[in-house]
T-cell receptor
Framework: DAKTTQPNSMESNEEEPVHLPCNHS???????IHWYRQLPSQGPEYVIH???SNVNNRMASLAIAEDRKSSTLILHRATLRDAAVYYC???????????FGAGTRLTVKP | DTEVTQTPKHLVMGMTNKKSLKCEQH?????MYWYKQKAKKPPELMFV???????INESVPSRFSPECPNSSLLNLHLHALQPEDSALYLC?????????????FGPGTRLTVL
């Protein structure tokens, strides 16, 4: 299975943009890149996913490197409610499960 | 209705007890999942059901027994658990199991085994 590497933790100030990196150097051509987040005392929540092109939705943007070996989740204006663990996950074409890595714990300071 | 519900929220059980966790969704999803999450760790996949049939069992001990009575319901039957099985048990669902499908998670059942 292709693996992802994320920083253990990051800090951001409220109302500033946040760029959360993810390395996936062994990604295969058909792997989708998914991002989920888990707020304290809640189940994980879907954020965004993509294959090759950059993606935008109401929650965030996903920037995917041209060689697809890395990606960045962008929160355009962090709020206190965005404090969570953010997981970058590769969905492998060889099976249909979803394997979470360690994730990045994002702290947002007022 | 875009919600996955799980009952109970909390459960305390002894090692000789039999109990069940319940998960329900009314989004018409045909894939449902059980995950286990220990404190300060990421969720770990346990089981995947697709169209009410078990499609993935991640080598989970037989003291955990999943059941999918219909497309909206997913149960996890627990018997003879160990204290190390104490964890947050998360249920999720998705339209199908394909790579392009997002999963919707419930809030989890926090299980304590004494």
């Amino acid at each position: 299975d292709a693996k992802t590497t994320q920083p253990n933790s990051m800090e951001s100030n409220e109302e500033e943009p946040v760029h959360l990196p993810c390395n996936h150097s062994t990604i295969s051509g058909t792997d989708y890149i998914h991002w989920y987040r888990q707020l304290p005392s809640q189940g994980p929540e879907y954020v965004i996913h993509g294959l090759t092109s950059n993606v935008n939705n109401r929650m965030a943007s996903l920037a995917i490197a041209e060689d697809r070996k890395s990606s960045t989740l962008i929160l355009h204006r962090a709020t206190l409610r965005d404090a969570a663990v953010y997981y970058c996950i590769l969905r492998d074409n060889s099976n249909n499960d979803m394997r979470f890595g360690a994730g990045t714990r994002l702290t947002v300071k007022p | 209705d875009t919600e996955v519900t799980q009952t109970p929220k909390h459960l305390v059980m002894g090692m000789t007890n039999k109990k069940s966790l319940k998960c329900e969704q009314h989004m018409g999803h045909r894939a449902m999942y059980w995950y286990k999450q220990k404190a300060k760790k990421p969720p770990e996949l346990m089981f995947v059901y697709s169209y009410e049939k078990l499609s993935i069992n991640e080598s989970v001990p037989s003291r955990f027994s999943p059941e999918c009575p219909n497309s909206s319901l997913l149960n996890l039957h627990l018997h003879a658990l160990q204290p190390e099985d104490s964890a947050l048990y998360l249920c999720a669902s998705s339209q199908e199991t394909g790579l392009n499908n997002e999963q919707f998670f419930g809030p989890g059942t926090r299980l304590t085994v004494l």
